[in-house]
């Protein structure tokens, strides 16, 4: 069907459920291979995130997508490299998009000129498989032949495009990058974000990268798992200090057929990795979950698997997720963390697992586990209904035609539980703002337009739910100086009217969507959850407090702070008349990047 509105003029295929859309895919060009990784790492220095989260777009898709025609592009020759990250051929998709920009030209030809109906143009997009049949239309360069008396090949320096976020954001990390100071580090919490480069050095400061995470200065490794929906194999390896470069790792993943074979490839220089295969039972599931443990102290010999527990119910929750998994390759982790003492645990663990669940085991997973973490271990406030419920992600499944089918329903009912009264203590006019990145916010992002690879909301869904929109505010990080850096955090919270307390703060690997957040069915006595995901709650009661006090000044952290460090900007901005949410899957040509490029998917 065909469709105006300010994203232009759109022909879409129907779809039951669009949490899984294929992400755009570059041209092909003759006799050119590929670089998998960017001119500038992304990886996760250039993401807001928190340590047990790595950058990675979402659910995977279930139909190709094209957008044609697209403006003509000037192509260079890339020097081959390894092969892709694994985590679906849609992470595989982004990841050629990212890599293959498309100069900004200040003049445009009549006929594409012709072609635009809107703001950004009267692009036509199916996701009709006979497509995958259709010529493409992408202009075709051959790449400049080597001439016969050149020289023998040298690595050469690349020309990059001036950045307005400075020089820095081309050098590689400063030798004292990969530095953590402990005594830097917020001991209340324990709530770090990931190290971004190209910012100023003091919003790293007691921030961390996964390479200190797995350095000595926690402890000595000896295995070690990794839960992901996306592996660079290749580059995992390298975060491991030398010395531990050899121990044991599984990883748990989601892939399937040829992306598993192609994972399992990826692998075989490293004789110390093994694989555990997510089952996924439920159409369009993913792997979502994202975990590193910290390290606990052991128990004595004998104990009980109940010792060890913390008032939080941590360990037990822990156990009952791996247990969720049916895999024997973690059985041998289960028995390894009953040995060991959680005592100390103040936060609360939220999973997500695949299936569908009636009676009590209802409120073991999903949103429902946190309406009753909520519901037992807070208290109202007075004038609860002007308490704004923030929500912040980097990717949105479908929600249904009007707010009624499921985000008011179901998970803003969730959100807005305070105490044993529930949500009936809440206003329905309660505030629900919503922080997802504009188009302006991508476009002078660090990255530029390839960071809105990692940001995979899809037209499809997109215009069926243009009454989400209006709940959107831009993603603004002043407090932590990652105003720049796109999120690919998710957090969500309870503020107070003030923006200056929190009743309860949660940082998970779950997006806005039924799919990670599970779904009610059955006249509300089944909930349906496709996904793994995996997430830590903070209450205030655990750590003797009424509500959490918000820090204003991030960076640098202090060892000694009370206040809770919110990673971005509170309150958030609302959208201006003129902004638009990203969407992936449509091309961006009005205006260059920081790098001077274009966003044209294909």
């Not at 703001?119 to 400049?144: C, H, R, V, Y």
């Not at 399937?256 to 599931?285: N, V």
């Not at 179901?410 to 329905?428: D, I, N, V, W």
Request: hydrophobic share 30%; aromatic share 10%; net charge positive.
């Amino acid at each position: 069907m065909s469709q105006e509105s300010q994203h232009g003029k759109w022909t879409l295929s129907d779809s039951d459920d669009d949490d899984n859309i294929v992400p755009p895919t570059p041209p092909k060009k003759p006799d050119i291979k590929l670089n998998p990784k960017p001119n500038v790492k992304p990886d996760p220095e250039s993401k807001a995130s928190t340590v047990n989260t790595v950058p990675k777009p979402k659910p995977e898709p279930k139909s190709q997508v094209n957008v044609k025609p697209k403006p003509p592009v000037k192509t260079e020759k890339i020097p081959p490299t390894s092969s892709l990250p694994m985590g679906s051929e849609a992470r595989e998709a982004a990841h050629l998009s990212q890599n293959n920009p498309v100069k900004y030209e200040n003049s445009s030809s009549p006929a594409l000129k012709r072609k635009r109906e809107t703001d950004e143009g009267g692009w036509n997009l199916s996701s009709s498989d006979d497509d995958d049949a259709a010529p493409s239309s992408a202009p075709k360069t051959k790449p400049k032949q080597p001439s016969s008396r050149s020289p023998p090949r040298k690595k050469t320096e690349e020309k990059r495009p001036p950045s307005p976020h400075g020089a820095n954001y081309y050098k590689e990390e400063p030798s004292d990058f990969f530095e953590a100071n402990l005594s830097a580090m917020n001991d209340t919490y324990r709530f770090y974000l990931n190290k971004v480069s190209g910012i100023e050095k003091k919003f790293n400061t007691g921030a961390l990268h996964i390479k200190e995470i797995l350095s000595p200065m926690f402890g000595t490794l000896k295995e070690s798992v990794q839960f992901n929906y996306c592996f660079d194999i290749p580059w995992m390896v390298k975060q491991y200090p030398p010395e531990f470069r050899d121990k044991p790792v599984i990883i748990v993943h989601g892939e399937k057929r040829e992306s598993k074979a192609r994972l399992i490839q990826q692998a075989q220089p490293y004789s110390h990795i093994r694989f555990c295969q997510a089952k996924l039972d439920i159409a369009f599931g993913t792997h979502h979950t994202l975990w590193m443990s910290p390290l606990y102290s052991r128990l004595p010999e004998g104990s009980p698997e109940t010792a060890g527990e913390s008032p939080t119910h941590f360990k037990q929750d822990l156990l009952e997720y791996l247990r969720a998994y049916r895999a024997p390759e973690l059985a041998e982790w289960i028995e390894r963390i009953k040995e060991h003492d959680l005592s100390e645990t103040r936060i609360y663990l939220i999973g997500s697992t695949p299936g569908r669940f009636v009676g009590c085991d209802m409120e073991k997973w999903g949103h429902l586990k946190l309406r009753k973490l909520l519901s037992e271990n807070t208290c109202p406030v007075q004038n609860a209904g002007q308490w704004p419920v923030i929500g912040q992600f980097s990717s949105i499944g479908s929600m249904g035609i009007d707010k009624t089918k499921w985000l008011a329903a179901e998970f803003q009912r969730t959100l807005m539980t305070l105490g044993k009264a529930g949500s009936s203590s809440s206003s329905p006019d309660t505030p629900m703002l919503l922080v997802y990145p504009s188009v302006d916010n991508v476009r002078t992002s660090l990255e530029g337009y390839p960071a809105g690879g990692s940001l995979p909301y899809s037209i499809q869904t997109a215009q069926r739910q243009l009454w989400l929109h209006s709940y959107f505010h831009r993603w603004k990080a002043e407090t932590s100086g990652r105003s720049n850096a796109m999120p690919h955090i998710k957090t969500y919270m309870r503020v107070s009217p003030d923006f200056s307390q929190l009743a309860w703060f949660l940082v998970t690997s779950a997006n806005l969507s039924k799919a990670a957040w599970g779904a009610l069915e059955k006249n509300n006595t089944q909930i349906m959850v496709r996904s793994y995901e995996l997430g830590v709650l903070y209450l205030p009661s655990a750590f003797h407090m009424s509500t959490f006090p918000v820090e204003k000044n991030v960076f640098p952290v202090s060892s000694s702070s009370t206040g809770f460090p919110v990673p971005f900007d509170l309150p958030p901005h609302r959208y201006s008349d003129k902004d638009r949410p990203w969407i992936w899957n449509i091309p961006y040509t009005q205006a260059p990047d920081t790098h001077g490029n274009i966003w044209v998917p294909s």
